[in-house]
């Protein structure tokens, strides 16, 4: 990391952020909060790409046999059309506050956003565009989450900047559940694997270990959250390798 910051970033954000205080749909005022985070983000950090889930419109595996509904790879690819959507709407609302954006999405919908391509979408970072990449990875059975850290990685993103709804960091147990639950600020990989915490899928984790990918893991509506993660600022919780970056992972006192 550069001592002003990371020159390049991926910003994982969650569908159910966009829809405000609401758990369905796209909220307008929440989407333009979010476009004027990121133009703030963009400031100090010349080299920004997204990945957004879908849990404002649909969850994959909410609605899949396991609950009695739709065959798990019908639901999984219908919760990836979704992720377009949420694409789409972050994609205009930048383009309201002046950056350039583009959204490529790993399902071949050209009429609304180029395929991923990954030589043409490192071309964006380094002209300033903002890349958003949809649809996941393409592929059933893998998360957001997933196609955020394979993204990253593709890229050669410095870190992954992890966005929360009402959340700031990782907590040792549910913070809901547990209100005496303390926050993690720094923690590492193999202690977030063996202890199950909700940063993210377990796939996606391993992916972040094996190539070294720090992740920052904060809540939206921190002020200037989305900037300071990306000029490395603390801010929520660290996970990374903590052994050779920093000391010992503690959960910090709430």
Do not use: W
Not at 145 to 160: K, N, P, S
Request: proline fraction near 4%; hydrophobic fraction near 45%; glycine fraction near 10%.
């Amino acid at each position: 990391m550069a001592e002003s910051g990371y020159r390049r970033v991926l910003l994982k954000m969650s569908g159910e952020a966009l829809a405000g205080g609401g758990r369905f749909g796209l909220d307008v005022p929440t989407l333009s909060l979010v476009a004027e985070k990121i133009a703030a983000a963009h400031a100090v950090c010349p080299e920004m790409a997204v990945v957004v889930g879908a849990g404002n419109f649909l969850r994959g595996t909410s609605v899949s046999e396991d609950g009695g509904g739709m065959r798990r790879v019908t639901a999984d690819y219908a919760g990836m059309l979704a992720t377009i959507i949420n694409a789409l709407a972050l994609q205009d609302s930048l383009e309201r506050v002046g950056l350039a954006a583009r959204v490529q999405s790993a399902i071949d919908v050209q009429r609304v956003a180029e395929p991923y391509l990954p030589r043409q979408a490192l071309q964006h970072l380094k002209d300033g565009r903002i890349v958003i990449f949809a649809a996941g990875t393409g592929n059933p059975y893998l998360t957001t989450d997933t196609a955020a850290a394979l993204r990253a990685i593709e890229i050669g993103a410095e870190a992954l900047l992890m966005v929360k709804n009402k959340v700031d960091g990782v907590y040792e147990a549910d913070p809901a559940k547990e209100p005496q639950a303390r926050r993690f600020e720094t923690l590492g990989y193999a202690d977030a694997l063996g202890r199950r915490l909700k940063v993210m899928d377990a796939t996606a984790l391993t992916l972040c270990l094996e190539r070294s990918l720090p992740i920052v893991v904060f809540d939206l509506l921190a002020p200037d959250s989305i900037a300071r993660a990306a000029r490395g600022e603390k801010i929520g919780t660290l996970v990374g390798d903590i052994q050779t970056a920093l000391a010992e992972s503690q959960p910090s006192p709430s």
